[in-house]
Every structure is written in C-alpha cells, then in structure tokens.
C-alpha cells in the first residue's frame, strides 16, 4: 500500500485515538502542538513553494506568512465538509500566499520579477484541490512519515508490526494474524488503531 493510501484506509473511525488532535490543541494554542505541527508541515510548505518556482528567500518569507496565516485562521477551519483536509486547506494558503508574492514582485521595477513574474503568476490555477498530490508524491510520502515516526513509541512492537505488515507492506490481515500470533480481529483493530492515530496527528481528526 502506498503512504498516501495511509489516510484514506482507516476503517474503524470509532478506535480512540491516545491523544486529543492536533489542530483542537492548536486552537488552544498549546506550544508543544504548533511545535509538533511545523515539524510535520514546514518541510511540505517549503516544497510547495519550490515546486511553484519561487527563489528560496522568497520561499523562507512564504513559509513564515503561511504560518502566520494558520495562526490566525485555525479555528475557522472546518473538518465537517466531504473532503475537508487539514493537508488541503495548508496547500491552499500556501498557493495563495505564492500568488501574492508574485503579484509584489509583478509591481517592483524591471528587474527584480519583471515578465517572468508575470508568467509564473498566470500558471498558477486561481484553485487547487486539496489533495491535488498523486499518491506517489515523494513529499507527502515524507510528510506521513515523519507523523509515524512522530507516533510510533505510542504504541506496543506488535501493535506497530501488526500495523505495518498490513498497511504499508499490504500483506494479507490473515496471514500477519498467523505470523504475529495474534486474531484476525486484534490485527484489524491494530491497523486502524495506528492509522486513527496517524490521521489525528496530521489534524485529520479532533482526536
């Protein structure tokens, strides 16, 4: 199974997750969830911001209004729409925020953007969905790494292996069960109990 798929296979929304989400503790402005949420993002908003063609200075002040935008809008994001992701709703400030930097520099004198402002600002598309990625997207295989590794000592070795042989190496529920001595069920359970943990970790979920 391919990281993507990761946060599209939890089967069992009612597994409770170890800690509440990360997005409601960043809207109590708890230091340790917005510390955890720019481990897990910055690296993708950086690459977002490469990929739509700004220099890197341009990229570290982007990177910085994103963050600055997030704070102040977190609480109005809105998780109960079909489709809604924590991932998507980055990537749209994100795309904004390009959108105005290329706009600055279109009204700076020649020669600081100039023309080739101008044609990089008409290829970005007014709106993206959210998740415009492919699954193979190297970056947001990155992204849910780093939130594993993030929750991996959450949980016991065989929970975790039960976990991985299933949704990562796509293995067959019954025979892991054989394998880890364990039910089909309790292989299952585990596999949802890591991906609920996952999604809730990413601001998927309230937790």
Same mark, same amino acid.
């Given at each position: 199974?391919?990281?993507?798929?990761?946060?599209?296979?939890?089967?069992?929304?009612? =597994?409770?997750?170890?800690? +509440?989400?990360?997005? !409601? #503790?960043?809207?109590?402005?708890?230091?340790?969830?917005? !510390? +955890?949420?720019?481990?897990? $993002?910055?690296?993708?908003?950086? $690459?977002?911001?490469?990929?739509?063609?700004?220099?890197? %200075?341009?990229?570290?002040?982007?990177?910085?209004?994103?963050?600055? =935008?997030?704070?102040?809008?977190?609480?109005?994001?809105? /998780?109960?729409?079909?489709?809604?992701?924590?991932?998507?709703?980055?990537?749209?400030?994100? #795309?904004?925020?390009?959108?105005?930097?290329?706009? #600055?520099?279109?009204?700076?004198?020649?020669?600081?953007?100039?023309?080739?402002?101008?044609?990089?600002? =008409?290829?970005?598309?007014?709106?993206?969905?959210?998740? !415009? @990625?492919?699954?193979?997207?190297?970056?947001?295989?990155?992204?849910?790494? +780093?939130?594993?590794?993030?929750? #991996?000592?959450?949980? !016991?070795?065989?929970?975790?292996?039960?976990?991985?042989?299933?949704?990562?190496?796509?293995?067959?529920?019954? %025979?892991?069960?054989? @394998?880890?001595?364990?039910?089909?069920?309790?292989? /299952?359970?585990?596999?949802?109990?890591?991906?609920?943990?996952? +999604?809730? @970790?990413?601001? %998927?979920?309230?937790?």
């Amino acid at each position: 199974m391919s990281n993507e798929r990761l946060i599209q296979s939890d089967g069992d929304a009612s =597994s409770a997750a170890t800690s +509440r989400g990360l997005l !409601e #503790r960043a809207v109590e402005q708890n230091p340790a969830a917005w !510390e +955890r949420m720019v481990v897990l $993002y910055a690296p993708l908003v950086l $690459y977002w911001c490469r990929q739509l063609g700004l220099r890197e %200075d341009d990229a570290a002040d982007v990177f910085q209004e994103v963050f600055q =935008s997030v704070a102040a809008h977190i609480s109005g994001f809105r /998780r109960d729409q079909p489709g809604s992701t924590f991932r998507g709703w980055l990537r749209t400030i994100t #795309r904004n925020k390009v959108r105005d930097t290329f706009r #600055r520099r279109h009204r700076e004198p020649t020669g600081v953007g100039g023309s080739e402002a101008q044609a990089l600002l =008409s290829q970005l598309p007014e709106v993206v969905a959210p998740d !415009e @990625e492919s699954s193979g997207d190297p970056a947001v295989s990155a992204l849910l790494q +780093r939130g594993l590794d993030l929750i #991996r000592a959450e949980f !016991e070795p065989r929970t975790w292996q039960a976990f991985w042989l299933t949704a990562v190496e796509g293995r067959a529920p019954k %025979d892991v069960a054989v @394998e880890l001595k364990m039910s089909g069920g309790a292989v /299952r359970v585990a596999k949802s109990r890591v991906l609920h943990r996952l +999604r809730t @970790e990413l601001g %998927d979920r309230t937790g």
